[in-house]
C-alpha cells in the first residue's frame, strides 16, 4: 500500500513539473518580439533634436550638386554616425555647390562626404569626365572669351585665327579664320565649375571637355595662333551636328576689299586661272575677279549714259 502512495506521490510531482515546463516552453515561443511602430519612428524622427544633411533628389554618379539638392532633415540621434553631416557643424549648404557625385546616393539618403569631390579637391575634374573623354585647357581673354558670358556647361565653337603662307607676288602671307570644333562642353572657367550668382566674370583659362583627337587639334593649335571661343544657342544643344571633320575658312581677302584688291589692283584672293586647249596645245591664262567686276561696272554705266544720250538727242529732235 505505502508502494503504491509513493508511485502516485512520484507520477503527480512528474505531472506537475511537466505542465510547468511545457508552459514556460509555450510562453517563450509566442512571446512577441519587441517592435517599434512607423509612428512610434516618426515620432523619435519628430522629437529628435539632431539634424542631418540628406539628398532632396535622386543624384547618380556624375551628377553636380545644387544647393536645392539638399535638405537638413531631424534624424534619430542613436542612429547619427559620426560620418552623417550634421547641421550644428560648420559645413553649409552652399559649400556642396558644383561637387560632383562619385557614388549614386538615393533621395532621402544621408549625405557622405566621401561620396563626391569638391572642386579644387584631388580627383575632382576625373570625376567629371564622362567615359572616353578627355579635359584639355586655353586660354581666353575678355575678347576671345565673350566678355565672361560664357558659363561652365555652355557650349560652343572653336575659331582658329593665324597666318598662312601663299603663293602670290603682291603678298606673301594671309590671315585666315577656320572653325576646328564644333559644340564642345565648357567644363570650367579658371577652377570654378560654377558660377552661383550667374554674373558675367572675365576668366582667364577655359576647360573643355573633348576626344582624345580633339585635344590633340587643340594642342597642336594653340601653338599655331589665337583661340577664341563661340558660343553657341541652348536650343542647338540637342542638334546631331557631326561636321567636325569640315572646316570653314575665311580669308582676309574675303572680308577687306583692300587687301583683295592688293597693292596693285590685284590679290591672291580674286586671282583665278583656266587651262585652254587650242590646236592640242595647252595655254594658261590668268584673270582677276575684281578688274572683270570693274570692267562690267563700267560697261554698264557707259551703256546707261549711252542709253540717256539717246534720249536726250531724242527729246532735242522733238
Known amino acids: 500500500m505505502n508502494f503504491n502512495i509513493k508511485s502516485i506521490v512520484l507520477i503527480g510531482v512528474a505531472l506537475v513539473v511537466a505542465g510547468i515546463t511545457a508552459m514556460l516552453a509555450r510562453s517563450l515561443i509566442t512571446a512577441p518580439e519587441p517592435t517599434t511602430s512607423g509612428s512610434q519612428i516618426v515620432e523619435k524622427i519628430v522629437d529628435s533634436k539632431m539634424k542631418i544633411l540628406v539628398a532632396a533628389v535622386n543624384m547618380p554618379v556624375g551628377y553636380f550638386i545644387k544647393s536645392e539638392d539638399l535638405v537638413w532633415q531631424s534624424w534619430p540621434d542613436e542612429t547619427v554616425h559620426d560620418s552623417y553631416v550634421q547641421q550644428d557643424s560648420a559645413i553649409t549648404l552652399d559649400s556642396f555647390n558644383g561637387a560632383v557625385v562619385r557614388s549614386a546616393t538615393s533621395s532621402g539618403e544621408p549625405i557622405l562626404e566621401n561620396r563626391m569631390v569638391k572642386p579644387g579637391n584631388r580627383g575632382f575634374m576625373a570625376a567629371v569626365l564622362p567615359a572616353g573623354k578627355r579635359a584639355i585647357s586655353i586660354r581666353i581673354t575678355a575678347t576671345t572669351g565673350n566678355a565672361g558670358f560664357v558659363f561652365p556647361g555652355d557650349r560652343v565653337d572653336i575659331l ?129 575677279f575684281n578688274q ?27
Open 160 to 288: 582658329l585665327t593665324h597666318q598662312v603662307a601663299i603663293k602670290d607676288k603682291i603678298r606673301k602671307k594671309a590671315r585666315i579664320s577656320e572653325t576646328i570644333l564644333r559644340n564642345v562642353r565648357i567644363l570650367a572657367i579658371n577652377q570654378r565649375t560654377d558660377n552661383p550668382t550667374h554674373t558675367p566674370s572675365i576668366g582667364q583659362t577655359a576647360t573643355l571637355e573633348v576626344t582624345p583627337k580633339e585635344a590633340e587639334v587643340i594642342s597642336l593649335a594653340k601653338n599655331i595662333g589665337e583661340l577664341s571661343l563661340i558660343l553657341r544657342s541652348l536650343s542647338a544643344e540637342n542638334i546631331n551636328e557631326d561636321t567636325n571633320n569640315v572646316q570653314i575658312v575665311t580669308w582676309d581677302s574675303d572680308v577687306s576689299s583692300q587687301i583683295s584688291a592688293g597693292a596693285s589692283g590685284g590679290g591672291s584672293g580674286n586671282n583665278a586661272s583656266v587651262e585652254v586647249f587650242r590646236g592640242g596645245v595647252k595655254e594658261t591664262q590668268k584673270f582677276n
Open 292 to 318: 572683270l567686276m570693274k570692267q562690267a561696272l563700267n560697261a554698264n554705266q557707259g551703256s546707261g549714259q549711252g542709253d540717256n544720250n539717246d534720249e536726250s538727242s531724242e527729246e532735242t529732235d522733238q
